[in-house]
């Protein structure tokens, strides 16, 4: 297992229909821990790594995703993550995130 702790711009998926596309919040992680986080172990679906994510007060177990238009991974963070901590869109999110098996 890895640790890694980076601030990064909370930023909203912009679907190709709103309408069912939802708003999806991510984070992306910088490309070092991006980087490490490739090598350290198996992927799941879609290239999917398993984490454990703490933000604030708040812990949870997600994956992250490679994603091609971003060139990293990102990570989700779900709506009551946002509400607890206080997150808005476009505004900083302090992330604690280690792999697991």
């Known amino acids: 297992m890895t640790e890694h702790e980076f601030t990064a711009?909370?930023?909203r998926w912009?679907?190709?229909?709103?309408e069912t596309g939802g708003a999806w919040f991510f984070v992306s992680l910088p490309f070092e821990v991006s980087d490490l986080i490739d090598e350290a172990g198996p992927r799941k679906g879609f290239g999917s790594v398993r984490v454990e994510v703490t933000v604030g007060g708040s812990t949870w177990r997600t994956s992250v995703f490679p994603s091609a238009e971003e060139r990293t991974f990102v990570l989700p963070v779900k709506k009551a993550?946002?509400?607890a901590e206080g997150l808005v869109e476009g505004g900083p999110c302090t992330v604690r995130l280690r792999t697991v098996d």
């Open 9 to 11: 711009e909370l930023w």
């Open 14 to 18: 912009q679907a190709r229909d709103e």
């Open 81 to 83: 993550v946002r509400m």
